[in-house]
């Protein structure tokens, strides 16, 4: 019903930014909360932020509150997630989904794209 791949990845320094992009096709992207979730070396998957359909709900980590807003553009089928003042914790592979429900559960997202690399490193 939707696919999405994510896009917008690469290499920067600390302190730097960069916007990172999730494509979709498929069924309309206003039916879909869209989540962001990233997994570092040696770590577990952890929630990022959501966004409800209709954009009037978000919700963050605690880490990248403040530093990381997600938006959306339900005519442009894309979601973005808009991460400022990098941190070296920040590297990680980042990872687009889409649930029928908002969450911070990875389980809760059927949808996956294959993810985009961040590395944050000087």
């Known amino acids: 019903q939707i696919q999405v791949v994510e896009s917008g990845g690469g290499l920067v320094q600390p302190g730097g930014s960069l916007r990172l992009s999730c494509a979709a096709s498929?069924?309309?992207?206003?039916?879909?909360?869209m989540g962001w979730f990233r997994q570092a070396p040696g770590q577990e998957r952890e929630f990022v932020a959501f966004?409800?359909?209709?954009?009037?709900?978000?919700n963050y980590a605690d880490s990248v509150k403040g530093r990381f807003p997600i938006s959306r553009d339900n005519a442009k089928n894309t979601v973005y997630l808009q991460m400022n003042s990098l941190k070296p914790e920040d590297t990680a592979v980042y990872y687009c989904?889409?649930?029928?429900?908002?969450?911070?559960?990875?389980?809760?997202?059927?949808?996956w794209g294959p993810g985009t690399q961040v590395t944050v490193s000087s």
């Open positions: 498929g069924r309309t992207l206003s039916a879909y909360v």
């Open positions: 966004i409800s359909g209709s954009g009037g709900l978000t």
């Open positions: 989904g889409a649930a029928l429900v908002a969450a911070r559960t990875e389980n809760t997202y059927g949808y």
